[in-house]
């Protein structure tokens, strides 16, 4: 069935001094799912939720939630204001100078948190080299159940904005896994023990971070993307973005929704449209909500972890230094990644524990010679197979 079918993005909304999303390019039809929706436990939400989880593991989330839809843990509207803080503070760590940022850069001491800079990953197998740089702040470090970690002196003045950041947008991972642990057929001991989110809590050592992301205006090549593709490491993405350049690739039996505009997109733009791929439209008082390669693994592929990039945004947004904000749920350090449910894949799974899989991942793409060994769920993603 056509996602675009039942997709409602509207086109009109944009964000204030920043250049209009360009109508000459065609669009992800991501689901829009009403936050207060799903915690007033609306049936037809809940229901597209799912199928949004099991088509492409992609959708927005409209945070505007009314105050009495807001509960003690998901404020929708609080989120997006911490949100909004958080772009600015992220400015003033990427205008540090270079060899300051560098200090805070742990990846030669086998950690993924801290700074990772301009060009220093690998998009593909070639070896390209991306073009952006971020910043990881660890949940463990700002809730104090890990080591503290040292940072920079321009941000160290927001902990309490990073914990209720953390603690906001945890609550909407908990809230979708709450979701898929009703709809799977887990196995009768994981659902006595809590289900899904027993396997994320907020007290738990995990990978879970806060990321500050940039990438300066550049050319669109067609090769070379500023982030390659790839599926998540974890269990639930937020993700918040101002500009386009996130791109999805679309499964066979989903359409793409068609340009809004009858003017014509630039031949990289339409080039960087082929074979599957389309933009991910921003919209303000939205989240976007992606799920990792834990919950494919979880669920025995039932779950869907889409593979997506990143690309320079298209339009006159390509001129505009781009930003993002994302905070990754992922399980605790300990957790087994296998399957859970019933009649899964037992006894033909690779025995690693999430702390294990998201070191593979996420430092493998650090080295020459390490794409090979970091992927993911690209496979099965695309229906393509096992992982």
Avoid at 35 to 59: H, Q
Wanted: charged share 25%; aromatic share 8%.
């Amino acid at each position: 069935m056509p996602h675009s079918g039942h997709s409602n993005s509207p086109t009109c909304s944009t964000f204030p001094d920043l250049p209009r999303f360009s109508e000459s390019v065609s669009t992800a039809p991501l689901l829009r799912i009403s936050l207060s929706k799903l915690l007033n436990r609306d049936p037809e939400e809940e229901e597209r939720c799912w199928n949004a989880c099991c088509d492409l593991g992609f959708f927005y989330l409209d945070l505007r939630t009314l105050d009495q839809t807001a509960s003690k843990d998901v404020d929708g509207t609080a989120l997006l204001r911490d949100a909004a803080k958080l772009f600015e503070v992220m400015k003033g760590f990427f205008e540090l100078p270079i060899e300051e940022k560098a200090k805070y850069d742990f990846a030669d001491q086998g950690s993924y948190f801290g700074y990772k800079g301009y060009g220093a990953g690998i998009v593909d197998r070639k070896g390209t080299r991306d073009r952006n740089e971020f910043y990881n702040i660890s949940k463990d470090d700002m809730l104090g159940l890990g080591e503290q970690l040292p940072s920079p002196s321009v941000l160290n003045p927001y902990r309490a904005l990073y914990i209720s950041y953390i603690h906001s947008s945890h609550a909407i991972c908990m809230l979708v896994a709450s979701l898929l642990s009703s709809r799977l057929p887990l196995k009768p001991a994981i659902n006595e023990s809590g289900g899904l989110p027993a396997l994320h809590k907020l007290n738990a050592v995990s990978g879970d971070q806060i990321r500050f992301v940039k990438a300066p205006p550049q050319e669109q090549p067609t090769e070379g993307v500023a982030l390659g593709e790839h599926t998540d490491f974890g269990s639930v993405t937020v993700l918040f973005n101002r500009l386009g350049g996130l791109q999805v690739k679309l499964p066979e039996y989903i359409e793409a929704l068609p340009p809004g505009s009858s003017a014509p997109c630039s031949p990289v733009e339409r080039e960087l449209c082929e074979d599957g791929w389309t933009y991910v439209r921003p919209l303000p008082g939205h989240c976007i909500v992606n799920l990792g390669d834990a919950l494919v693994k979880f669920s025995a592929g039932k779950l869907r972890s889409n593979i997506h990039r990143v690309v320079a945004p298209p339009g006159e947004q390509g001129g505009v230094t781009r930003y993002s904000l994302v905070y990754f749920c992922r399980p605790g350090d300990d957790v087994l990644l296998r399957s859970l449910v019933e009649g899964g894949t037992d006894g033909e799974e690779e025995e690693v524990s999430a702390k294990e899989w998201i070191l593979r991942r996420a430092l493998g793409r650090r080295k020459m010679g390490g794409w090979e060994g970091s992927g993911g769920t690209e496979r099965v993603s695309m229906r393509g197979g096992t992982y």
